[in-house]
């Protein structure tokens, strides 16, 4: 089931049904209650989400303003595992309940080494995720 | 199956958008549930070329004013 859930999400495109099963097995299901915080901005991150149901809104906490709200599919915390750098941005849930599956870093890191293959896919897949949030922040600035 | 990226941008209000992947290609006229508000689809656009099975959709839509 969880496998056939990641496998329509874009991260995780070109990847084999073992591949998918590699993700699946550290990928843990959290389940976040409407108006509560999965990650605040400013703090340390080691998490990458995957939403498989709801909407997590995307908020700046100065001046407080939300970015965009992510649905189903969608992943996010995705900079903190690339740059290291602190959240960008806070997420909260606003469905209820919001459940998402989490990834963490070291998590990743080792699958991704392990498998160059399976490294190299997702990592041009989280290029093409990101390549189309900034084209979609450019429409939002028109 | 086929699986749309849909950047939703709004007009006609603050609300922020969204961004949410569907089964199905929006068309001019839907509506649209983001978070828990109903919106409708007036424009839709091709954002990225497709890649396999992900297609990269834009639609601007305006808050659903039922009659």
């Known amino acids: 089931m969880l496998k056939e859930i990641l496998g329509e999400v874009e991260l995780f495109e070109g990847l084999s049904d073992d591949d998918l099963e590699q993700v699946a097995a550290i990928s843990k299901e959290r389940l976040i209650p409407r108006g509560d915080l999965l990650v605040r901005e400013g703090d340390a991150g080691d998490e990458l989400f995957i939403i498989t149901d709801g909407f997590v809104e995307v908020l700046l906490e100065t001046p407080r303003r939300v970015l965009v709200n992510l649905g189903t599919g969608q992943i996010t915390g995705e900079m903190a595992l690339v740059d290291g750098g602190p959240r960008s941005a806070s997420l909260r849930a606003i469905s209820d309940p919001t459940v998402v599956q989490v990834i963490h870093r070291s998590d990743f890191d080792k699958l991704c080494n392990d498998n160059a293959r399976l490294g190299y896919i997702v990592f041009r897949n989280l290029a093409a995720d990101l390549s189309f949030k900034l084209r979609d922040r450019n429409l939002r600035e028109r | ?67």
Request: one cysteine or more; glycine letters at 8%.
């Open chain 2, 1 to 67: 199956m086929a699986v749309y990226k849909i950047s939703y941008v709004v007009i006609g209000s603050d609300h922020p958008g969204g961004i949410v992947n569907s089964n199905e290609r929006p068309q001019v006229g839907d509506q649209v549930n983001i978070g828990d508000q109903v919106f409708e689809t007036i424009e839709v656009f091709e954002l990225m070329p497709p890649r396999k099975d992900f297609h990269y959709i834009h639609v601007t839509c305006q808050p659903h004013n039922p009659e």
